[in-house]
């Protein structure tokens, strides 16, 4: 179903040190802001232990990156198609044995 836009919400975040104006649905306001938090906390870890060595722009891509890793190693937990495929492949021996009898 399409998101009505009377769902949505307009919040402020603070990112950084930029505050930025998102309209979002309402149910996922909370999302948004722990998300929020996540990135000023790995910004500014980042920072405290590169800025002075590296420029603003690549201490935020290292953010970003680790962002992205947290992302794609929380995918990789969640990936059921291995399990999908044994079941299948075994629902499929379990079918051929009883078509047999």
Not at 76 to 84: A, H, L, Q, S
Request: glycine share 2%; aromatic share 8%; net charge negative.
């Amino acid at each position: 179903m399409a998101e009505t836009d009377s769902n949505k919400i307009n919040i402020r975040l603070h990112i950084y040190d930029t505050d930025i104006m998102v309209r979002v649905p309402r149910e996922d306001e909370a999302l948004y802001r722990k998300g929020a938090s996540l990135i000023n906390e790995l910004m500014n870890a980042y920072f405290a232990n590169f800025k002075g060595s590296k420029s603003d722009r690549e201490i935020t891509y290292f953010a970003m990156i680790d962002l992205a890793l947290r992302h794609e190693r929380q995918l990789k937990r969640n990936d059921t198609k291995p399990y999908e495929d044994i079941l299948l492949q075994l629902t499929s021996e379990i079918e051929s044995e009883l078509d047999r009898k």
